[in-house]
């Protein structure tokens, strides 16, 4: 991981806060805000973007100083502009990190780079969420107890369809009876994924201590080892050694 502290950059629809007044009761600053507030606990400066800036805040220029983009999105996938994801992935295979969050199983970006649908069972009955810690040693687990609880929050169930993760990291287990894979890693071209799967807007989860040393310790674990510049491509390469008689 890099010496320095990671460029983060929080991007959020900024929808809900602003149609919903129960949403905005919960999240004044948007969730988007509440997410930069618990990186600054922990040490880690964050910029924000949303939705309805011009090209959604993922200019060129602001990804070009990102080294790990957080990603809030639920009811406004489709409002995402595809030359803009596509902007956003080149620079994931080039190194820059990305944590989807919650519902952001379902962005344009996180399915691309999956490579399926990502669907998930759902129930939004404000439940318990027990989140158990299955990879301990992992750096994203650093600081937490063997699980965790989050309560009300909504449920997401398996099958979670997802390829199956590089690692994973939490496994979560609701009131309800269901599980759900809720913590997983991936990698893309030179960039570090994690989906972590607590955060329904109507839910103040993004103020809990444990979700906030979660996001801390995936944004320092994302951080590229190296100067992210452009993607890789196909090219010709000369041997290294003689070839032929």
């Known amino acids: 991981m890099r010496d ?7 991007w959020n629809e900024y929808r809900h806060e602003r149609r919903d007044s129960a949403v905005a009761a919960i999240y004044p600053q948007g ?17 924000t973007a949303t939705l309805d800036e011009p090209e959604h805040g993922l200019t060129e220029a602001a990804l070009a100083q990102t080294d790990v983009l957080i990603w809030w999105g639920h009811i406004a996938h489709g ?10 992935r080149l620079r994931v295979l080039a190194g820059m990190g990305l944590i989807a969050l919650h519902s ?33 040693a992992h750096p994203i687990a650093a600081g937490l107890g063997p699980c965790f609880e989050l309560e009300p929050e909504e449920m ?5 369809c997802i390829p199956p993760p590089d690692e994973l990291i939490f496994l979560s287990w609701f009131q309800g009876g269901d599980v759900v894979r809720s913590g997983c890693t991936f990698t893309r071209g030179l960039g570090r994924i994690f989906y972590f799967r607590p955060g329904h807007e109507t839910f103040p989860t993004y103020f809990d201590g444990n979700v ?3 996001l801390a310790n995936a944004c320092r674990w994302a951080s590229p080892d190296i100067e992210v510049r452009k993607a890789p491509a196909n090219t010709r390469r000369k041997a290294i050694e003689p070839i032929g008689s």
């Not at 320095?4 to 929080?10: C, D, E, F, M």
């Not at 970006?109 to 810690?133: A, N």
């Open 156 to 160: 997401y169930g398996e099958p979670f």
């Open 104 to 136: 952001s199983q379902d962005a344009k970006i996180f399915k691309r780079l999956m490579g399926t649908d990502c669907t998930v069972h759902w129930r939004d009955d404000g439940e318990k969420e027990r989140l158990w810690v299955v990879a301990p």
């Open 31 to 47: 969730i988007h805000g509440a997410i930069a507030q618990g990186l600054d606990v922990h040490g880690l400066d964050a910029r």
């Open 4 to 10: 320095s502290a990671p460029r983060v950059l929080v």
């Open 79 to 88: 409002a995402v502009d595809d030359a803009v994801v596509e902007r956003v």
């Open 212 to 214: 906030r040393r979660v």
